[in-house]
């Protein structure tokens, strides 16, 4: 067992974030095809974005939900992998020309840049096509059998959650939206898979209803906190920080959350929706170190 | 029980087809999220390629295919209509503007001249999440567990089977192709999911190793057959007739069986392909008539 899993050391969230990052890595790149697979052009664009530097942070928060409810990493990979999958897929999608046009992602350039936009297209379809046969590895209880996870799953994804965000987005664009128009978009782009993450972590430990409950609130805050987060980030920050073109939701007419109620209050809301995901945490009684530190450096970063 | 399941009345295609599409309407319309759910252009535009038409023919083949394993069709419709998904996803990316440019399909605008390409792409990315929602629903066995049936469907659509057919069809556009470079295609983008179509109906009646696997050289032949017969038309039949544009291959120098072979060799190798996959039905003793009826009317079918 690692140290940082022993509970005896101190936590460092540095090292907590490597090895979760390497354990999530070995098990997407076991999953997917290798990248000399015919056609290797698909392989090559699913593994050009999958391991394009992201943080991992639904994985982490997925890993760290599992140990809080009293499980081991090993069960919760395959829901940790099909996440990012699913994440990694939006990505893809939300980049390309029809959509949000963006031609750098975490500082290289987006999927259809590098390969066109059929092939991008297709590997973000592949992504998400292989996020729901990772999570049938998942470990499946009585009380979480693969039907409820797989369930949780591709509602997260669908047309009423991720990709509802996404067209809200896209029909919002140039438009004056009210905070509540605002909450819709946020809910679905990102608290909903950023929930769905720490929720399957939880399922893959064989949580009690009620820690699923807890996890559910501190999901749902952490995501809305963290979107808060971005559009300030990107009011505030440069494009060689962010790794991506700053500015862009104001160019593109975005309604964003400085934009609707102005910075400081902005800034007070994220402070809100962090203060009710740190108190659903209380519930597991000191178990929830890992998910803590994550979601306070969701919450301190600059970038 | 309807008259074309009793078994004692003559068989009428026309009436079965019609049983079918509409038992799997009924459980698509059931399982979609109503048009006016917001946002309500996602949900229209998944509604609108999905009921644009077509001819259910891998449900069908679905349904006929747990008849001859003894099922009954309750029992396949949940994997019927999550084949149709996959298989209208498909559809709806393939004809994009980056992919194979088609601004018609069953004679009606293509969904992105309808809806824009941004909101094109996300109904396909929606129908292919929600087939694996509905797949979920789908009846299970010690034999054929939820993970067995969800890892077919996955690795079907996934980017080894039908998205490696369309990557490499992308990629062979404009050169030369052998026949087995086509035969690869083929085998992808075709056969792939209408084999995994009878597969899963068997599944949905526990149907026996041996049954499955006559199925799957049915499938594959069926499949195999079915595009070659497609190429054929491209060459020898009207737009009007097809409902699509014809001779769109041609136009696109996209490799097909008559450009590769010839227009009499092919029609030979359709029927060789047919004839394997009739041979596979001895199996069923009586019971795959209707599967013997679908699979004649899609090598006999002039459109």
Known sequence: MPAHQSGRSVFDLGTYLDAASQAVDRTLDRALPRATRKPATIHKAMRYSLF?????????????????????????????????????????????????????????PTNHKVFGEGVAILAGDALLTIAFEILAETPISKRYPLKTQLTELTQTAGSL????????????????LSQ????????RKTSALLCTSVRLGGMSANCSPTQLESLTTFGYNVGLAFQVIDDILDVTQSTEKLGKTAGKDTAAQKATYPAIVGLEKSRKIA????????????????????????ADYLLKRDH
Not at 74 to 99: F, K, N, Q, R
Not at 180 to 187: K, Q, S
């Open 271 to 294: 402070q809100q929706l962090t203060d009710k995901a740190f108190s659903a945490l209380g519930a597991f009684k000191g178990k929830a170190t890992a998910l803590e530190a994550i």
């Open 161 to 176: 959650q991720l990709i509802a965000g996404q067209v809200a987005d896209l029909e919002g664009e140039g438009k004056r």
């Open 52 to 108: 394009a530097g992201g943080k991992r942070m639904r994985p982490a928060l997925c890993l760290a939900a599992s140990e809080a409810c009293g499980g081991e990493w090993a069960g919760a990979l395959a829901s940790a992998a099909a996440v990012e999958c699913i994440h990694t897929y939006s990505l893809i999608h939300d980049d390309l020309p029809a959509m949000d046009n963006d031609d750098f992602r975490r500082g290289k």
């Open 180 to 187: 509540t128009d605002l909450r819709f978009i946020h809910e």
